[in-house]
């Protein structure tokens, strides 16, 4: 579960258990030190203060200190997942930020990030207009809708 990531990666767990943390502080020092990016376990975490001040990206769906070893099943790295509906295989970027993650299959990445540039420049002269005084229906007028 955490030694076979390779460096680069974020790992992404299916854990089928909403009852306990399926991560913790052992396990971010542990994916941290063999060179993994962050981590996306369907479930909880645990330990959020010390992953905090780690600096080690976690998107979990909740926080419980309810520990999770007896409950471990683990099969080997490179497994097709599902989390949250959404299909997840190696290979995939994993984006995630406090509002949430996104995957993004590989054979698209370019063209989604050409995309998001877009809309981020477009969201920025927007927010620029609206912070000189136009009106944001005026502003999505003139810049158009990101």
Not at 117 to 138: F, H
């Amino acid at each position: 579960m955490l030694g076979a990531v390779p460096p680069g990666h974020v790992a992404v767990y299916q854990t089928n258990d909403w009852s306990c943390a399926l991560f913790g502080e052992l396990s971010a020092v542990s994916l941290r030190a063999r060179g993994a990016v962050g981590v996306v376990p369907e479930g909880g975490t645990r330990d959020v203060d010390f992953i905090v001040r780690e600096g080690f990206p976690v998107f979990c769906r909740h926080a419980t200190p309810q520990d999770s070893v007896p409950r471990w099943d683990c099969v080997a790295w490179g497994h097709e997942v599902e989390i949250g509906g959404v299909r997840v295989t190696t290979g995939e970027y994993v984006v995630g930020e406090a509002d949430g993650v996104v995957v993004i299959p590989a054979a698209r990445v370019e063209e989604v990030l050409s995309r998001a540039e877009s809309v981020v420049g477009t969201e920025n002269a927007v927010r620029d207009a609206v912070r000189q005084g136009l009106a944001p229906l005026e502003a999505y007028e003139r810049f158009g809708k990101f």
